[in-house]
């Protein structure tokens, strides 16, 4: 389940008013979501909730819901 | 090198990505076998189901899906030496586009190896030296300068995963740090993104300073971009004069002109409207742009400007710039009106406007409309293809171009449509679907105008002109109410 919060910095980033995100969501079905901008999301995500994520855990998120249950490790710690 | 060794022609092709529709990989593929002529395709089993149709079909030319590395390895087998001489093609090289444009360089051996041993005087290259990339090897920058180049002259290559690399940027300074590399090549956003998205904490014990050469090359060289990335990471041990610039194209094997090493490249401030006059003269008042040197000539390389008749200009005179090379590719593959077109008694047409200034050669901008996003060059043609077939645009009346984001470093891809739709929830609808067409064919749109009919400006020749009509978008004709 995507949080809102998670929501709204991803399509706030994108500049998108509305997408259906869902947790097998991949990246490349977001309009404006490529590997140009993965970074720039990623750095709103963790400026969001102000964590830093490690570079072996960026490499291993295969859709949105890894990223929210990246997210939701880092709000745990 | 076993294909070459066999007499065949090898070509590297883009792996296919989730982004890209899965037909629109294959149709792309079939043009490209059928334009370029390629019969086998050597890939691995994950990709056998994708690509396996190609050989069953009529459509492509391709004879059958080869997967070397299923393969039972017996004995080597002994290879009679087959007699190729220095003139005979080594490799094919692709320019990017989907719908017919792409063009595939055959690049001789005696291209390759020349331009191996003109590129590595140029940058005082030694077999001491190592390479770290990322770059994929499917483009002219990954394939000639850091993969065949280290091959050619026994230099350690270093090579990170494209994916993973523009995931985290990072991997690029840890690895530099730890093999001790000395020289990269990257295109212009990489120096932005590295100084902007790499967090200090990830670079603890992570040292440049055995780096001789960061070589920005691919897309338009900034300043600011140069000056940021130096600022970033100059407790790390880079400095200016690690930096370089390069002019490249497939056509030329790969480098035209280069830098010299150990000095940073000279940056003209220049008057913005003198250059667009045709003329480049210092700034005084008026608005500036910074140019970086792309360096001189390399060796067997020689350049000129020239204007619109084939005469050529004076110092400091902006025109296209023509190129005679030692390096020069063979032609366009099966292609002759192409190579009659760029390729005129032994001067490659370019393309590119510039100029020269005390035998330093800055490039300032193209003829053609292509749009150049993260070194990567996309076609507007391909792009309005696209949007032309999504339901409630106005066909043919598309244009594309590329608009500067500077704080990325490199383009971005604007269209601009006219429709007559005009309930704002269905024009929400549809700039979401001409971005959806954009990435049926793995290209981002990011700024999508949607206008009235009649609104896009044509050309004398009826086309809808490209320029005209981003000069329009950027005067902010649509903002102005």
């Known amino acids: 389940m995507i949080s809102d919060r998670l929501k709204r910095t991803i399509l706030s980033e994108l500049d998108l008013d509305e997408f259906d995100l869902r947790d097998e969501t991949v990246a490349g079905e977001v309009p404006g979501w490529d590997s140009l901008s993965h970074v720039r999301v990623i750095s709103a995500v963790e400026a969001e909730y102000g964590a830093r994520f490690k570079t072996l855990?960026?490499?291993?998120?295969?859709?949105?819901?890894?990223?929210?249950?990246?997210v939701n490790r880092q709000a745990a710690k | 090198m076993g294909v070459v060794a066999a007499g065949a022609l090898p070509a590297v092709l883009a792996y296919p990505n989730a982004r890209l529709h899965p037909d629109k990989f294959i149709e792309g593929l079939v043009g490209m076998t059928r334009r370029?002529?390629?019969d086998w395709i050597l890939t691995e089993a994950s990709l056998e189901p994708v690509v396996g149709g190609l050989a069953r079909g009529a459509k492509s030319t391709i004879k059958g899906v080869i997967l070397p590395l299923q393969s039972e390895w017996g004995e080597p087998n002994t290879v009679e030496p087959i007699g190729l001489r220095g003139s005979d093609p080594c490799l094919l090289q692709h320019s990017s586009g989907t719908t017919g444009l792409q063009k595939a360089v055959v690049l001789s051996h005696d291209a390759i190896l020349g331009h191996a041993d003109a590129y590595a005087e140029a940058l005082h290259l030694s077999p001491d030296d190592k390479v770290v990339s990322w770059l994929p090897l499917?483009?002219?920058?990954?394939?000639?300068?850091a993969f065949q180049m280290p091959l050619a002259l026994g230099m350690t290559l270093v090579q990170l995963d494209p994916f993973q690399w523009i995931t985290a940027p990072v991997l690029l300074l840890h690895a530099i740090s730890q093999e001790r590399g000395t020289v990269t090549w990257l295109p212009n956003f990489a120096f932005n993104l590295l100084a902007d998205r790499v967090h200090e904490e990830e670079l603890e014990e992570v040292r440049l300073d055995?780096?001789?050469?960061?070589?920005?090359?691919?897309?338009?060289?900034?300043s600011d971009s140069l000056r940021r990335f130096v600022e970033r990471f100059r407790h790390l041990g880079v400095r200016p004069e690690h930096l370089s610039a390069c002019y490249a194209m497939a056509e030329t094997t790969f480098a035209a002109t280069q830098t010299t090493p150990g000095r940073a490249p000279v940056t003209l401030v220049l008057d913005r409207s003198s250059i667009l006059n045709g003329c480049a003269s210092p700034a005084t008042e008026r608005p500036v742009r910074e140019c970086v040197s792309s360096g001189k000539p390399i060796r067997g390389c020689e350049l000129k400007v020239v204007d619109e008749t084939g005469v050529q200009l004076n110092d400091g005179q902006v025109g296209e710039i023509v190129i005679r090379s030692e390096q020069m590719f063979t032609e366009y593959r099966n292609n002759e009106e192409d190579t009659r077109v760029a390729l005129r008694k032994g001067w490659y047409f370019s393309g590119d406007y510039g100029f020269t200034l005390e035998g330093e050669w800055f490039v300032v901008g193209r003829k053609k409309d292509i749009i150049v996003v993260a070194g990567k060059n996309l076609f507007p043609e391909d792009i309005e293809d696209a949007v032309n077939l999504v339901p409630g645009v106005l066909p043919g009346r598309v244009v594309a171009f590329g608009i500067d984001n500077e704080a990325a470093g490199t383009e971005e891809v604007c269209v601009t449509a006219e429709t007559e739709l005009q309930g704002e929830t269905e024009r929400k609808a549809l700039r979401r679907e001409v971005q959806k067409a954009g990435m049926r064919i793995d290209i981002t749109i990011s700024h999508v105008h949607l206008v009235s009919p009649r609104w896009l400006i044509k050309s004398s020749a009826g086309k809808v002109s490209r320029r005209a009509n981003r000069q329009r978008i950027l005067d902010g004709e649509?903002?102005?109410g």
Not at chain 1, 57 to 70: F, I, M, P, S, W
Not at chain 2, 210 to 222: D, G, I, K, Q
């Open chain 1, 57 to 70: 855990e960026l490499l291993k998120l295969r859709n949105v819901g890894d990223l929210q249950a990246l």
């Open chain 2, 36 to 38: 370029s002529g390629l």
């Open chain 2, 138 to 145: 499917y483009h002219d920058m990954g394939m000639i300068a």
């Open chain 2, 210 to 222: 055995t780096m001789r050469l960061f070589v920005n090359c691919s897309e338009p060289v900034r």
């Open chain 2, 478 to 480: 649509l903002t102005k």
